[in-house]
């Protein structure tokens, strides 16, 4: 997948688990990347598209909450997915409080 970006992304390898805010869906991801912008990440070949969903990922240290912008499928079937950061609202943070807690 081709970066588009001018802030460069480091490796970042961990497991994690992305939540699908609207329906609270979850799945494990391995992370590949991350910048101040965003993450990219691998996902399992029987996830759905999320392209344009608004998710919340947990990976080791790192909370963020963001929107699937691409999705590619690589060779062995799993997808390289691509985040966008987006800033937390008081909403999101009650609701990480309430579900998470």
């Not at 992370?31 to 759905?48: A, E, I, Q, R």
């Amino acid at each position: 997948m081709e970066e588009r970006r001018n802030i460069s992304r480091v490796d970042y390898k961990a497991n994690g688990v992305v939540v699908v805010c609207e329906t609270g869906e979850s799945y494990f991801v391995e992370t590949k990347n991350v910048s101040p912008l965003g993450m990219g990440l691998v996902m399992k070949p029987d996830t759905p598209e999320l392209v344009g969903k608004d998710i919340i990922i947990v990976a080791s240290t790192l909370i963020m909450y963001a929107d699937v912008n691409r999705q590619v499928k690589n060779e062995d079937g799993t997808y390289t997915v691509g985040i966008h950061a987006r800033q937390f609202t008081p909403e999101v943070l009650e609701y990480l409080f309430k579900h998470i807690a």
